[in-house]
C-alpha cells in the first residue's frame, strides 16, 4: 500500500513564476491536508480538503494561494508570482475521515530564487 | 487562541530514557498527537491521546493530562537512529474541520 506520495520533490522557481505542488493521498483516503514548514519552526496548517470540497481554508494567505482536490487526480497546491518568502518546505498529509491520525507525504522543497 | 510549547533541542545518551515535555493551550481539546521527524523527511505519526493516562507501544509511550494541559512523549533504550525532531500535535475542539496545531518540535540528539 504505497504511502502518501508528493511530487516534484525539489522545486526551484524565480520570483514571479507559478509553483504547482502536487499531493496523491494514500488509497482509500479522502481527506487531505496542505502544510508549510520554515526553517525552525514548526509545521503550520495551510488548508484541508475532502474531494472537490476545501473544508478549511483559515491557515491559506488569500492571496496567490489556492487549492484543489479534484474528483480524479492528485490535490494541488497552487501559488502563484511567488516571492522569496514562499521558500519553504511544504507537507502533504492524508487520513481516511475526519477523526483519523494523518499520514505525510515527503513533502515538496520550494526554493524561489 | 492556539499555544503549544516543548523545549528546542535535548540531548541523551544511548540506552538511556528520554522524556519530551509538550504543554498545550488550545480552544478545546480533540486528541493529542506525536510525530518523529527526521532532517528532511516527513513526519511519522507515533501516538496518540484523548483520554488521560499513558499510552504504550514498544520503547515509546505518551501520557496526557489535559487538566493540565500537558503531554511527554518517553523514549526508553536510546537507539542513535532515535536522533530527530519529535514533533507534538493538538487538534482543537471545532465543528466541522480538524486542522492539527503543531508545536515547533523537540530536537533530540542521541550520543554514544
Known amino acids: 500500500n504505497a504511502g502518501v506520495m508528493q511530487n516534484p520533490r525539489h522545486l526551484v522557481r524565480r520570483r514571479g513564476q507559478e509553483a504547482r505542488l502536487r499531493c496523491s493521498p494514500m488509497k482509500g483516503h479522502s481527506h487531505v491536508y496542505w502544510y508549510r514548514q520554515l526553517p525552525e519552526e514548526g509545521l503550520k496548517f495551510m488548508v484541508y480538503?475532502?474531494?472537490?470540497?476545501?473544508?478549511?481554508e483559515s491557515g491559506m494567505p488569500k492571496e496567490r494561494f489556492s487549492a484543489e482536490f479534484p474528483k480524479e487526480g492528485p490535490s494541488i497546491l497552487r501559488i502563484q508570482q511567488v516571492v522569496r518568502g514562499d521558500s519553504a518546505a511544504y507537507f502533504c498529509?492524508?487520513?481516511?475521515?475526519?477523526?483519523?491520525?494523518?499520514?505525510f507525504g515527503p513533502g515538496t522543497r520550494l526554493t524561489v530564487t | 487562541g492556539q499555544n503549544i510549547d516543548q523545549p528546542t533541542e535535548m540531548t541523551a545518551t544511548e540506552g538511556a530514557i528520554v522524556q519530551i515535555n509538550c504543554t498545550y493551550q488550545?480552544?478545546?481539546?480533540?486528541?493529542l498527537f506525536w510525530y518523529q521527524q527526521h532532517a528532511g523527511e516527513a513526519p511519522t505519526f507515533l501516538s496518540y491521546?484523548?483520554?488521560?493516562g499513558l499510552e504504550e507501544k514498544g520503547r515509546f509511550s505518551s501520557f496526557l493530562s489535559r487538566s493540565k494541559g500537558y503531554s511527554y512523549l518517553l523514549l526508553k533504550e536510546l537507539q542513535m537512529k532515535d536522533s530527530a525532531s519529535y514533533l507534538c500535535a493538538v487538534r482543537p475542539l471545532g465543528a466541522g474541520n480538524t486542522p492539527l496545531v503543531f508545536g515547533k518540535g523537540t530536537r533530540l540528539s542521541v550520543i554514544a
Open positions: 480538503l475532502q474531494k472537490e470540497n476545501i473544508i478549511d
Open positions: 491521546n484523548v483520554l488521560d
Open positions: 498529509a492524508s487520513s481516511p475521515g475526519r477523526f483519523y491520525e494523518q499520514y
Open positions: 488550545t480552544s478545546g481539546f480533540n486528541g
